[in-house]
């Protein structure tokens, strides 16, 4: 396989970015909300992964002072289960690590169990409960963290 890059998600990715999401998620953020993440939010980083050209993951964080939070992760369906997401994870928590955050903290579905594996793998433990925190089917959503200092 081809290995993957990384970069910075820039506007003229979001079309392919909504593709990845709709692919991904039950309920989706939009066009609007992907413009202003990466125009207005200055606590926003996000970050596609490409292969061949073809972007075929995202994860995106908010950074505030030393505690970063992820907002969404998302691998193409065809793409997973070969450690992608998993490469996207690491790119990012080094990345805040870089900057100083000392805590990474991200909600996760209480059903996604692959997903808290993943994230169990960089040793995020789960913290609290967000009930009904999904409003597509009222989920619960797990929230976990790890101190990264």
């Known amino acids: 396989m081809i290995e ?3 970069r ?13 999401e ?7 953020w939009t066009k609007d909300i992907f413009y202003q993440e ?3 939010n200055p606590y926003a980083h996000y970050f596609v992964m490409e292969l061949d050209k073809k972007i075929i993951g995202y994860i995106g964080t908010w950074i505030v002072l030393d505690d970063a939070q992820i907002t969404n992760l998302a691998i ?8 992608l997401g998993e490469k996207l994870f690491h790119y990012t928590m080094q990345y805040a690590i870089i900057r100083g955050v000392s805590r990474l903290s991200l909600e996760v579905r209480e059903s ?9 793998k960089f040793g995020l433990v789960p913290g609290g409960l967000r009930k009904n925190y999904y409003t597509d089917n009222q989920e619960d959503a797990i929230v976990m963290w790890v101190n990264l200092s």
């Open 4 to 6: 993957p890059v990384i």
């Open 8 to 20: 910075r998600m820039e506007i003229m990715d979001i079309d392919a970015v909504i593709e990845v």
């Open 22 to 28: 709709r692919t991904s998620f039950s309920t989706s």
């Open 38 to 40: 990466i125009s207005d």
């Open 76 to 83: 193409q369906p065809i793409y997973r289960g070969k450690s």
């Open 112 to 120: 996604n169990k692959i997903a808290q594996n993943l994230y169990q």
